[in-house]
């Protein structure tokens, strides 16, 4: 057990001055962001709601995975246990910052308008569901749930690290298959609430599972960074191997796939069907200068990252792999763009200051807690079930060489 | 090389005794030890007792009567889908239950079932090859079985249903005097295509699969017959490294192939319903929602097929309660994943405030067919719900239990879907009823008599667990580590 300890316990130098520079980074922004909500506080909101989704996507679709890797094993997830753990707590962080979203949602939501109702029988017919109260302890439960589920997790993996029990990896499995459910089912009606009430009148059975694989898309690229950016140093140098980053790229790639399958789909459906009350959605996003961005995301959301990720030397090389993890966290902030802004601007592309400033600021100050986070505990999970038969023959014999890339 | 080999296996022969031994964590035998999870192949066996085992029940086992009783029941079955079938072709499909407003119904909701059925058995050969899931071997080769008399049952729906069909090749585009193409906009049209891409597909991979066992039956074979019959199946194979080679090579490039096809084939079957603007078929959920609950039903299909199969052949080491676990493990799964899209197209139908959605759910749960629904979400989202005890996941006749009910709650599923939509649409006065006729009945219960029929003629004449892919997994076939460095 000793020499697994001895690398797990390593100290990563370089994290503490990351977390300040981002912590920096984003307390600079939020300044000029605040600035941005005394200008125009409309804007400022539709723009916080596109980078909360952003960082609330990696968050819970860490907690996804983790729960996933819970349940299935493998050793892709042994590398990325603390990272991912690291990720989830930032879930209170994310709590707090949806105040905004609490606070500025007559703002956001024409459903909250009265005159509107009085106007519209299906907005009256909705009312049941889409009213401010029940509205907000909906988004309560939703974060009672995913709070509660992390927080038990964490904690049992802090006690695994100290204590071999095998009982507790059980234990974790059992709150897993039930917090997979939970998490499912709370980040549909959230996606429902949150991102599809934005046009009340429009409703598509496969939203949520559409969110949800964003979700999973961006965590996964945002593990692949950071575990690249980690196998650079001691002591994850000696330990994640080539075939991690070819697992990783394949669980991506599948990512990708089903993002891809979900929304065309979607479209599909939608589009041959061609009725009033679902077509307007597309209309907005696809026959006005929106078109320019739907296309962009067909090629660069999936083409481009699909065609790039078939590649075993791409997957298998870290340098590479590492810029197709970031362009994906890229595109994935344009869906998140095309899903939001043109439901404010119906006739065509607007884009504000803030929807650059406000992704970069809200990702900088969630990078610097968890960055935090990551600080907190060993980088490599000693006591996990699957750890010995996984990493243990490479930590006692050292990584092989990875192939340079030619 | 062999010198090596020989090493290992005796090494691996002695370890294997002293079970949990170190050094061999990464076989099937050794990784459960710890885990505390039963075995993927009983202990004790070698290369030559699953050869024999598997090619006995083919070669040397007498032909018992249970065998002969159960294939001339299900041949019956099969000679009625032969008389239904030619009496529809006389009348036409005026004989079955379907009129305006249900002008979809058994021969449709067949149609899914059977060919969701089939789903598992490409998920099993392709997806779990892929992901190097090991537990999938022993039940491999009778999944794909499974998917191919799945398939053809399913392919002739479509076939018949169409009333004339000496004309079914009209389905195909061909370029013809009439100057008439297929509407490519439909996806009835695609369906043509995927289907006929699925059979093709899980034809060569079953079968391309079996030729080195084939070539061990030819071997094995005492009668003449047998050797030139099966010799003419194995295709020359001669187990050279050239034929190995090959052979990998291509099995997973049809595996690459089959992958796409587990979600692709039933997304299409689901467009057919969900591209109309039908109220309970129009629902962008469809595609996923259609794929997990094939992937439902099939494993339930390969529950219901190999418990009996096992405790009838002995192969209790082979098929061993690891897989069966697992399978329940699949089952769970898939069936969450099939209740959560019942309760968001619900859902939904009421967020939607379009009354004709509205009433959709309203009607279902209501209804004329409102038993139907009731059982549905009975057999397919309560009763699999035992499925997270552990003590239930252990117990071969609860599974068995459980996998019946769930065939018949997606079977119902997919009555309750067609029929419940198409008999009450729009208009009130265009509202109707539907029951199935006598021929009706008849057509579908033969096709179980087909799919069992074949089932049989499977298990007596080929290897019904693929001989060389279970010897992959013994101990022996390890490598150490440390030697392979020679």
């Not at chain 1, 439901?343 to 650059?356: A, K, M, P």
């Not at chain 2, 070698?46 to 041949?75: E, H, M, N, P, Q």
């Amino acid at each position: 057990m000793s020499p697994y300890r001895e690398t797990a316990d390593v100290a990563i130098p370089e994290l503490a001055g990351l977390q300040r520079r981002f912590l920096l980074i984003g307390a600079a922004g939020a300044v000029v962001s605040l600035l941005g909500a005394f200008l125009n506080l409309t804007q400022f909101l539709q723009s916080y709601l596109m980078a909360y989704m952003l960082c609330l996507g990696v968050t819970l679709g860490s907690l996804a995975l983790g729960m996933v890797h819970q349940l299935s094993g493998g050793a892709w997830g042994v590398v990325l246990r603390r990272p991912i753990g690291a990720a989830t707590r930032v879930l209170p962080v994310m709590t707090l910052l949806f105040l905004p979203i609490a606070l500025g949602m007559h703002r956001l939501y024409s459903w909250t308008n009265a005159d509107l109702i009085a106007h519209d029988e299906l907005l009256q017919h909705k009312h049941l569901y889409l009213n401010t109260p029940f509205f907000l302890v909906r988004a309560a439960i939703y974060f009672l749930v995913w709070n509660t589920i992390t927080y038990f997790l964490n904690a049992w993996s802090l006690e695994q690290d100290r204590n071999p029990d095998p009982r507790i990896a059980r234990r974790m499995q059992h709150l897993s298959a039930g917090g997979l459910l939970g998490y499912g089912l709370m980040i549909t009606f959230a996606s429902f609430d949150w991102l599809m009430s934005l046009e009340p009148h429009w409703f598509s059975t496969m939203y949520g599972v559409l969110i949800m694989g964003g979700q999973g898309l961006s965590a996964m690229a945002f593990l692949i960074a950071t575990v690249v950016w980690l196998s650079r140093r001691p002591p994850l140098d000696r330990i994640v191997a080539t075939s991690h980053f070819h697992d990783l790229g394949n669980l991506m790639l599948a990512f990708v796939m089903l993002w891809a399958y979900f929304s065309f789909s979607q479209y599909l459906i939608i589009w041959a069907g061609n009725l009033p009350l679902e077509i307007g959605w597309y209309l907005h996003r696809s026959h006005t200068s929106w078109r320019l961005v739907a296309v962009g995301l067909i090629v660069f959301h999936f083409a481009v990252p699909f065609v790039l990720l078939l590649s075993r030397a791409v997957k298998r090389e870290p340098s590479l792999i590492v810029k197709v993890a970031a362009w994906i966290l890229i595109v994935r902030v344009v869906d998140l763009f095309w899903l939001i802004a043109p439901e404010f601007h119906q006739t065509g592309i607007s884009v504000s200051w803030l929807d650059v400033v406000l992704p970069l600021t809200l990702g900088s100050i969630w990078l610097g807690c968890f960055v935090w986070q990551l600080r907190g505990r060993p980088i490599l999970p000693v006591h996990d079930p699957e750890f010995e038969e996984t990493l243990g023959p490479i930590i006692e014999r050292g990584a092989p060489p990875r192939p340079s890339h030619g | 090389m062999n010198n090596v080999a020989d090493h290992v296996k005796d090494d691996a022969r002695h370890d294997h005794r002293g079970a949990g031994a170190p050094g061999l964590d990464e076989d099937p035998l050794h990784a459960v030890v710890g885990t505390g999870k039963p075995p993927v192949i009983a202990p004790g066996h070698t290369f030559s007792t699953v050869t024999d085992k598997i090619s006995a029940i083919v070669l040397t086992r007498k032909t018992s009567l249970g065998w002969y009783a159960g294939f001339g029941f299900s041949f019956l079955l099969t000679l009625m889908l032969f008389a239904s079938v030619s009496y529809l072709f006389v009348k036409g499909i005026g004989i079955w239950g379907n009129n305006v407003p249900v002008g979809w119904a058994f021969e449709i909701t067949n149609f899914v079932w059977w060919i969701g059925i089939g789903h598992a058995g490409t998920l099993i050969s392709a997806i779990l090859l892929l992901l190097k899931q090991t537990w999938r071997t022993s039940i491999n080769r009778f999944a794909e079985a499974m998917t191919l008399f799945a398939v053809a049952c399913a392919g002739l729906f479509p076939a018949i249903h169409t009333g004339r069909p000496w004309l079914d090749y009209w389905l195909l585009p061909y370029p013809n005097t009439m100057g008439v193409w297929p509407q490519f906009r439909s996806p009835i049209m695609w369906d043509v295509f995927a289907v006929s891409t699925y059979a093709t597909v899980s034809a060569l991979f079953w079968y391309i699969g079996l030729i080195p066992d084939l070539a061990t039956l030819r071997d094995r074979s005492q009668s003449k017959t047998g050797s030139v019959l099966y010799g003419m199946l194995a295709m020359g194979w001669r187990g050279s490294a050239h034929h190995w080679h090959r052979y990998e090579t291509a099995y997973l490039l049809l595996a690459g192939i089959a992958t796409p096809l587990v979600v692709s084939v039933h997304t299409v079957v689901s467009l057919d319903f969900s591209i109309a603007i039908l109220p309970g078929w129009h629902a962008t959920i469809f595609p996923p929602y259609f794929v997990a609950g094939a992937i439902y039903s099939g494993f339930a299909m390969v529950l219901t097929l190999a418990i009996p199969i096992r405790a009838v052949y002995g192969l209790e080491d082979f098929i061993t309660m690891r897989h069966l676990q697992n399978m329940a493990k699949v089952m769970l799964v898939t069936g969450l994943i099939v209740v959560y899209g019942y309760m968001i197209e619900a859902f939904m139908a009421w967020y939607s405030a379009d009354k004709f959605e509205v009433f959709v759910p309203y009607n279902r749960m209501t209804g004329p067919y409102a038993p139907f629904y009731w059982l549905l979400l009975f057999c397919n989202a309560v009763v699999p719900q035992t499925l997270w005890f552990k003590r239930i996941r252990n117990s071969t006749i609860a599974l068995f239990i459980i996998a019946i009910i769930v065939n018949i709650g997606m079977w119902l599923e997919r009555f309750i879907i067609v029929v419940t939509s198409l008999h009450r649409d729009f208009m009130p006065s265009a509202w109707g009823r539907y029951a199935p006729t006598f021929w009706d009945w008849s057509t579908y219960v033969g096709t179980i008599g087909l799919f069992v029929a074949l089932l049989f003629l499977f298990v007596r004449f080929l290897p019904m667990i693929s001989i060389f892919e279970m010897r992959t997994i013994l101990p022996e076939a390890k490598v150490d580590e440390d030697l392979r460095v020679i």
